[in-house]
């Protein structure tokens, strides 16, 4: 009987990181890490203000390595939204401003107004910019703008490399760990945005960002794939520029945001 429970607690524990993350551990490191090459000396200034001795990048992690407090259960659905298939722009933007329920578009938005407001107190402060740093990456994440039937491709099974898994899984940490590098050194083999990509990265504002990623998802399911698909080689050809992208994107974007905030 003892036997039978730990190989239960073990199996959990396997699972958990799993079904929780967004990006995993790397994908988030690497926004972080990403984002802090492109701030300005005040915004620089103030995020250690606020995170002290620690680093963007491993601050990241934090709003996943808190979910085994069920205190902080009022955050789960902030790292994501569901959105229906087949909308355009104006379709996503009306959706977004009509969801009452706590998602990474409206609480990434009250993130914001916290760290700009010089009245939000310090435990507050930190609370805000370890969720913003986190939700702009997951926001980055296409499969965090899917849809609610399959909970973002959780429930499509796939096999990875032989492995069992899901689509959702793939996209979080599977695609970004096939590619065996640190995060500091996927960070340095990835930043290399041209003057171009730098100023349109620039534009737009937290739909958009949204939008963006919702139109890659839509690609995604797009493609057909369903419950045991045997993804390895070619997924990772295939999307690995895409995966590579959107982490580009969140570091600069998040630069952008704080930089903005702090001026």
């Known amino acids: 009987m003892k036997l039978i429970k730990k190989l239960i607690f073990v199996a959990v524990l396997t699972y958990l990181p799993y079904a929780a993350n967004a990006w995993g551990l790397l994908g988030h490191r690497i926004v972080g890490e990403i984002a802090e090459s492109y701030l300005n000396p005040n915004a620089r200034k103030a995020v ?3 995170l002290g001795s620690e680093s963007m990048a491993i601050t990241a992690n934090w709003p996943d390595f808190i979910k085994s407090d069920s205190s902080y259960n009022y955050l789960s659905s902030w790292h994501y939204v569901n959105l229906p298939e087949n909308l355009d722009k104006i379709g996503v933007n009306n959706y977004l401003e009509n969801m009452t329920e706590a998602n990474i ?4 938005n009250e993130m914001i107004a916290l760290l700009k407001n010089k009245q939000t107190p310090a435990a507050q402060k930190l609370l ?4 913003l740093i986190h939700l ?5 994440q296409p499969m965090h703008t899917a ?3 399959d909970l973002g491709g ?3 099974t796939v096999n990875w490399f032989g492995q069992k898994s899901n689509l959702h899984r793939v996209w979080d940490e599977q695609l970004i760990d096939y590619q065996q590098l640190s995060y500091t050194e996927y960070t340095k083999a990835i930043n290399s945005p041209t003057t171009a990509q730098l100023a349109e990265w620039k534009k737009g504002n937290i739909k958009d960002y949204i939008f963006e990623s919702y139109e890659i998802c839509n690609k995604i399911y797009a493609t057909g794939i369903k419950n045991d698909d045997k993804l390895s080689y070619r997924y990772n050809f295939d999307w690995i520029s895409t995966v590579n992208s959107q982490l580009l994107k969140g570091g600069i974007r998040l630069a952008n945001i704080l930089n903005g905030i702090y001026g």
Do not use: S
Request: hydrophobic fraction near 30%; charge should be positive; glycine fraction near 4%.
């Open 136 to 140: 702009v990456g997951d926001m980055h």
């Open 147 to 149: 849809r609610k039937e």
């Open 154 to 156: 959780n429930r499509i």
């Open 105 to 108: 578009y409206n609480k990434t």
């Open 128 to 131: 805000a910019l370890r969720m």
């Open 48 to 50: 250690k203000e606020i």
